[in-house]
């Protein structure tokens, strides 16, 4: 960090340039040209804006007033992201409801939040068709081997898929017995923890 001539804080971006620490109209038109690229929960934007602001209370006032006028514009809603999110993962990428769940984790949204919008999104899903669908989007074909089963089940396991739907998928494609029992075992440990 670096102080210029006016006494303005800077800091040196990734690509080395240096750059002043924004105001707060200068971090309001920032956030809004960040949510313009694509859309960002309250939690990711105010990580984006921290490494723009003011070092202190000045920076964290200056974010706080941003966030509450991005809000009151309808610019920035949790409840929204989380509900777009989560139809994007499932109609889209076929994933599931675990997944959606890590997902909306990381990008800052309160638990509570994330149980009510998997759950409303996921409740009445037939799991396994998902996954069926999932394989298909991904082309993953019919496991001829035992290193094949192993493979399918970490791409399925890797998507948020529960080993009871992974078991039911496996089963139906008529996966010899001992590939299954695999299987069973990783659901009992599961199970456990």
Same mark, same amino acid.
């Given at each position: 960090? $670096? +102080?210029?001539?006016?006494?303005?804080?800077?800091?040196?971006? /990734?690509?080395? /340039?240096?750059?002043?620490? #924004? @105001?707060? @109209?200068?971090? *309001?038109? *920032?956030?809004?040209?960040? #949510?313009?690229?694509?859309?960002? @929960?309250?939690?990711?934007?105010?990580?984006?804006?921290?490494?723009?602001?003011?070092?202190?209370?000045?920076?964290?006032?200056?974010?706080?007033?941003?966030?509450?006028?991005?809000?009151? $514009?309808?610019? !920035?809603?949790?409840? @929204? *992201?989380?509900?777009?999110?989560?139809? !994007? /993962?499932?109609?889209?990428? =076929? !994933?599931?409801?675990?997944?959606?769940?890590?997902? !909306?984790?990381?990008?800052?949204?309160? %638990?509570?939040?994330?149980?009510?919008?998997?759950?409303?999104? *996921?409740?009445?899903?037939?799991? &396994?068709?998902?996954?069926? &669908?999932?394989?298909?989007?991904?082309?993953?074909? =019919? %496991?001829?081997? %035992?290193?094949?089963?192993?493979?399918?089940? /970490?791409?399925?396991?890797?998507?948020?898929?529960? +080993?009871?739907?992974?078991?039911?998928?496996?089963?139906?494609?008529?996966? %010899?017995?001992?590939?299954?029992?695999?299987? &069973?075992?990783?659901?009992?440990?599961?199970?456990?923890?």
């Amino acid at each position: 960090m $670096q +102080t210029n001539g006016g006494g303005a804080v800077a800091f040196r971006s /990734r690509a080395g /340039r240096v750059q002043a620490r #924004l @105001s707060e @109209s200068a971090l *309001y038109e *920032y956030a809004v040209k960040a #949510l313009a690229r694509h859309m960002r @929960s309250e939690e990711e934007l105010r990580r984006l804006m921290q490494q723009r602001s003011e070092i202190g209370e000045r920076g964290e006032a200056a974010i706080a007033a941003v966030v509450a006028k991005l809000k009151e $514009q309808r610019y !920035l809603d949790d409840q @929204s *992201y989380a509900e777009t999110y989560a139809r !994007l /993962r499932q109609e889209n990428e =076929k !994933l599931g409801a675990r997944r959606v769940r890590q997902g !909306l984790a990381q990008k800052g949204l309160k %638990p509570e939040l994330i149980e009510q919008t998997v759950d409303a999104r *996921y409740g009445g899903t037939n799991e &396994e068709a998902l996954a069926r &669908e999932h394989l298909s989007r991904k082309r993953i074909p =019919k %496991p001829e081997s %035992p290193k094949d089963t192993a493979r399918v089940v /970490r791409r399925l396991v890797a998507a948020g898929f529960s +080993t009871g739907t992974i078991y039911k998928v496996l089963r139906q494609w008529d996966v %010899p017995e001992e590939a299954l029992t695999a299987v &069973e075992s990783m659901d009992a440990e599961q199970g456990e923890e």
